[in-house]
């Protein structure tokens, strides 16, 4: 099966500070990636799809790229509400795997 | 907008069988584009897909290596609902068990339902 590979596997930054997280496929999985923001205590929600669309409703600071095996998700300025724990996903065939998650706070 | 309510119990003993419910408001178990998952979360295995179930001229059900051996995820159409059955428990299947929909690899897990603290003891 496919690994996802998520770096880091956390972080602290400021309000307002540009962050990224990256996520390796151990094989091409072409664009079929998706980004998740799970906020403490709450279900996973989805951000991103198809490697770079953003998902109805999600903020524009959220952006994606990516494609084969490396991706990343990028938040252009961290606010306090972007305290999570962000998965990536492969869903190009089954098994669906997740990332190992990367968890966010403020400094 | 499509809404899932799982119901079920939150302890199970060791052996035994876990069964969550998951209700699907919104659109149908039947649908011809869509999937019905059940997904867990725990410390130790963070987010583990263990299968679904969908319709495309007749049913199928893809299942988690994991836990193929154990693992039932069935259709009811005339409740608009799927289910899980886990069985032989261990206190390693303790977790957050939660159902998705997912549309093949047009998008994936758009609709989550609430979550259901599973916890395997005696």
């Known amino acids: 099966d496919i690994q996802m590979t998520q770096s880091p596997s956390s972080l602290s930054a400021s309000v307002g500070d540009r962050v990224t997280i990256t996520c390796r496929a151990s094989q091409v999985i072409n664009h079929y990636l998706a980004w998740y923001q799970q906020s403490p205590g709450k279900v996973p929600h989805l951000l991103i799809f198809?490697?770079?669309t953003l998902q109805s409703g999600v903020p524009s600071r959220f952006s994606a790229s990516g494609s084969g095996t490396d991706f990343t998700l990028t938040i252009s300025s961290l606010q306090p509400e972007d305290v999570a724990t962000y998965y990536c996903?492969?869903?190009?065939?089954?098994?669906?795997?997740f990332g190992q998650g990367t968890k966010v706070e403020i400094k | 907008q499509v809404q899932l309510q799982q119901s079920g119990p939150g302890l199970v003993k060791p052996s035994q069988t876990l069964s969550l419910t998951c209700d699907i408001s919104?659109?149908?178990?039947?649908?011809?584009?869509?999937?019905w998952n059940w997904v867990r979360q725990s410390p130790s295995r963070g987010l583990e897909w263990l299968g679904r179930?969908?319709?495309?001229?007749?049913?199928?059900?893809d299942y988690a290596v994991s836990v193929k051996s154990r693992i039932s995820i069935n259709p009811d159409t005339s409740k608009n609902q799927f289910s899980l059955q886990l069985n032989s428990v261990t206190p390693e299947d303790t977790g957050v068990y939660y159902c998705?929909?997912?549309?093949?690899?047009?998008?994936?897990?758009?609709?989550w339902g609430q979550g259901t603290v599973v916890t395997v003891s005696s």
């Open positions: 179930t969908y319709y495309r001229s007749k049913w199928y059900h």
């Open positions: 198809g490697a770079s």
């Open positions: 919104g659109d149908s178990v039947s649908s011809s584009s869509a999937a």
């Open positions: 996903q492969k869903y190009d065939r089954i098994p669906w795997t």
């Open positions: 998705a929909r997912d549309d093949g690899t047009v998008r994936p897990f758009e609709y």
